[in-house]
């Protein structure tokens, strides 16, 4: 048996003032929490040192990072992933990319092939396709090749390839045959996810109807709220079981409006993203994606003709300004990284809280919410270096 003790924590979810605690680990669960060291001698020590300790963070929307995209289909590229998402306290992402139709795709293949595997870092916990079944009116940066007919041919294609690690799939639920579609992978354990849609009110109610509960990237790619028309997001935001992605670097959705949206939907619904892209975990800079030069900048990267394509900042940053931009405590936006995606993903008896029984999957922040150690399963997947002389 393995056993870890990590002392001297601070958790994420008690007053600051609260007594110290430790977390003892045993084969990869939280075993005990408690104020005093435990009888038995752990294998490895912790010393937490007073940080913060909190859950690891789930990512349920992240196409690249540290220089490398899913689309690169290599093990290579993933394991970049995994392991810059642990520089950031991430301990489980999902694979978001898209299907090409009439393709290989040889990417979702190997994406499928080193689900919860080990990668050196964060854990992949399935995938998340935007598309192929999304409006072209409001596909963003999604290429016209990775768009479909919402057909049960093509549905079965895809299944051919992800089988049940297709853990997300954005879906327009105006399109014709979107109802067979969202149906089936609703049967299957697909979260399906309202997004890239030009919906109206009535449509958006009725693709919840039929028990779409979750937001991809809300306000983002889909039509604006109007007094007269009132469009998906007020179908979103009167809808109290569905839950909302939301980019919280101002730049995406205004803070005004992000401050507004928190306050809508409150903390048990909201579910902070990055949408991030390659340039995530790299210094500013121009780069390219899908053959297409761009330039990031203070986390934001932007084609030359100004066009957004996801962010470069890191989750736990969002996490910073998204307390600055809607005043909410710590806890709650913890909770929008941990708690509530895990339970979108049906993972919330074993992720996203410190709790007895729980997968050890932790992460130790500093006051500024920067990362000390990222832990998953109770192995030490990123420690922050040590200063020296």
Do not use: W
């Amino acid at each position: 048996m393995n056993s870890l003790l990590i002392t001297n924590c601070r958790l994420y979810d008690v007053p600051a003032e609260a007594p110290l605690r430790s977390i003892l680990v045993r084969d990869g669960v939280i075993e005990r929490i408690g104020d005093a060291a435990p009888s038995i001698l752990p294998d490895r020590v912790l010393d937490a040192g007073g940080r913060v300790v909190a859950p690891g963070f789930i990512e349920v929307h992240i196409q690249g990072a540290g220089g490398a995209d899913v689309l690169d289909a290599t093990a290579d590229a993933l394991r970049t992933i995994s392991k810059t998402c642990a520089r950031f306290g991430v301990t489980g992402f999902l694979a978001t990319t898209v299907y090409k139709h009439g393709q290989k795709n040889a990417h979702l293949r190997l994406a499928a092939e080193y689900t919860g595997r080990d990668l050196g870092g964060a854990r992949l916990l399935g995938t998340h396709l935007e598309g192929p079944f999304i409006s072209q009116h409001k596909r963003g940066m999604i290429q016209p090749d990775c768009l479909a007919v919402a057909t049960p041919a093509v549905l079965e294609n895809i299944y051919a390839l992800l089988g049940d690690t297709l853990a997300m799939m954005t879906v327009a639920p105006e399109l014709p045959g979107s109802e067979e579609i969202i149906r089936t992978m609703m049967a299957r354990g697909t979260v399906v996810s309202f997004g890239h849609s030009k919906a109206t009110y009535e449509e958006a109610l009725r693709g919840f109807d039929l028990g779409i509960a979750h937001v991809t990237h809300t306000f983002n790619a889909m039509p604006s709220l109007h007094h007269r028309d009132p469009s998906p997001l007020a179908a979103i935001f009167e809808r109290p079981g569905v839950t909302c992605q939301v980019i919280t670097d101002g730049v995406h959705i205004h803070p005004a409006v992000l401050r507004l949206t928190y306050k809508a939907i409150g903390p048990e619904r909201f579910v902070t993203i990055t949408d991030g892209i390659q340039a995530l975990g790299l210094p500013d800079g121009r780069y390219v994606y899908n053959s297409m030069e761009y330039e990031c900048r203070n986390g934001t990267p932007r084609y030359k003709d100004g066009t957004l394509i996801g962010t470069a900042v890191p989750l736990n940053d969002l996490l910073t300004r998204l307390m600055r931009f809607t005043g909410c405590p710590l806890s709650e936006a913890i909770r929008t990284v941990t708690e509530n995606p895990a339970r979108v993903l049906g993972l919330d008896k074993r992720k996203g809280r410190v709790s007895l029984g729980y997968d050890a999957d932790l992460v130790i922040l500093e006051n500024d919410l920067s990362v000390n150690t990222t832990l998953v399963g109770g192995k030490i997947v990123y420690q922050r270096p040590t200063a020296t002389n």
